[in-house]
């Protein structure tokens, strides 16, 4: 990833911080045309600026057309980060996520993302069950929300605040100023 690279470059301790991603999505989830019903978005101009974006920076993108709950996900994220595999269990989630569009809120998904990033699928799930890091979440919920973050990728530096897919110079300056 690159903000692996970010961090070791500058030398920076990176904070990750989850937001509430459309958390209205039900389990099943949602196809994204009725998400962005009434709101005057061309879905197919706005995917195709995103592939273009992703292109551009090297970043893989899949074509999707269902949005899914992320809460679980990113209360397995905080547990993963306990665990010290943040990096990967993020890695996988994308993937799983934003390249192959499975749902990740269903527990055979996350089962297999915490797989692939090196975890017990048993213990990531009891973990989600549990709900033992709901309350990091909700905190993280609300620093977003005062922070005025809104999409994915985020990244702020300093008050400065870089959204979206950019190539790695952006990221560079963001930190340099």
Excluded at 79 to 97: M, P, T
């Amino acid at each position: 990833m690159r903000t692996e690279q970010l961090r070791e470059e500058f030398d920076l301790t990176l904070r990750h911080t989850v937001f509430p991603l459309h958390p209205e999505t039900p389990p099943g989830g949602l196809e994204l045309s009725e998400l962005f019903a009434g709101r005057g978005k061309d879905l197919g101009a706005m995917f195709q600026r995103l592939q273009n974006a992703a292109a551009e920076v090297g970043v893989p993108l899949g074509k999707r057309s269902r949005t899914y709950n992320s809460r679980r996900v990113q209360e397995l994220g905080k547990w993963a980060e306990e665990q010290g595999r943040g990096d990967a269990f993020r890695e996988a989630v994308y993937h799983a996520y934003f390249v192959s569009g499975e749902n990740i809120y269903l527990p055979e998904t996350l089962s297999a993302i915490a797989t692939k990033a090196g975890l017990d699928a048993e213990e990531a799930l009891q973990a989600v069950r549990e709900e033992r890091y709901a309350s990091a979440v909700d905190a993280d919920w609300l620093r977003a929300r005062d922070l005025g973050v809104s999409a994915v990728p985020t990244l702020r530096y300093e008050g400065r605040t870089l959204v979206g897919f950019t190539p790695y110079e952006n990221m560079r300056q963001l930190i340099i100023g």
